[in-house]
């Protein structure tokens, strides 16, 4: 079974400040991975997805992630935060070997993400 | 292209009511599904479907039913419904040859049952 753990149900920090969201997975089999983000009152948007190629990811808005197989670690950074970051993000994680990933994504419980002006 | 579109965006329902979340994609994904999102639970699958006429359960599929009929709609029915299935519910899809894993969310339904 796979599991994603995000610590820190919430992370603040200033606008212009380093972004750094933790994400911990736990899987059987090689994993893919991904982060999503979800406004305030709407779906959830892919920022970035880790399947197997290089292990630095890079995403929309200018976040990154780096996929460390020995810490089981998929955390997300972004250089510097701006006010409309502010949102929702989750981590997830695609068992590859059950059948093509086709039994869905297992999410973490999510970290929100506080920009401080 | 309105990618994946789920209607209504809120529902309220009183305990016992039956109701059917409509959820459709005009991406010609082979793969759908549906999640509840609850507050500090993420995201929990539900539902799921690799092609017409084929449905499988996830992780929380009690008190829920599915089916497939069409490559474009894959609608959640609520046959009794109760306060614990107030929730957010997402559909979402996925282009098989991508193995499913990148999956494309539609905009929520907010359901609330009393």
């Known amino acids: 079974a796979q599991s994603v753990t995000q610590l820190g149900s919430h992370v603040s920090v200033s606008e212009g400040a380093l972004v750094l969201l933790r994400c911990n997975y736990s899987?059987?089999?090689?994993?893919?991975l991904f982060w999503y983000v979800q406004y305030p009152n709407q779906g959830l948007q892919l920022l970035l997805k880790?399947?197997?190629?290089?292990?630095l990811v890079k995403g929309i808005n200018g976040f990154e992630a780096e996929f460390k197989k020995s810490e089981t670690s998929f955390h997300l950074t972004k250089p510097s935060a701006h006010m409309s970051d502010a949102a929702e993000y989750f981590c997830?994680?695609?068992?590859?070997?059950?059948?093509?990933?086709?039994?869905?994504?297992?999410f973490g419980k999510g970290t929100h993400l506080i920009i401080q002006p | 292209n309105a990618g994946v579109t789920q209607t209504p965006k809120f529902q309220v329902l009183k305990t016992g009511q039956s109701m059917t979340l409509q959820c459709a994609q005009d991406?010609?994904?082979?793969?759908m599904s549906w999640y509840r999102q609850d507050p500090g639970m993420g995201l929990r699958l539900i539902h799921y479907?690799?092609?017409?006429?084929?449905?499988d359960q996830g992780e929380v599929p009690n008190g829920y039913n599915v089916s497939r009929s069409t490559t474009e709609d894959f609608p959640l029915r609520l046959l009794s419904a109760a306060p614990s299935q107030t929730s957010v519910y997402f559909c979402a899809s996925a282009p098989l040859a991508s193995g499913a894993y990148e999956q494309y969310f539609g905009p929520g339904t907010r359901l609330t049952v009393t």
């Open positions: 479907s690799v092609g017409a006429g084929i449905t």
């Open positions: 997830a994680v695609s068992d590859t070997g059950s059948g093509g990933g086709a039994d869905g994504l297992t």
């Open positions: 899987s059987s089999v090689p994993p893919y």
């Open positions: 991406m010609n994904h082979e793969y």
């Open positions: 880790y399947t197997s190629a290089a292990t």
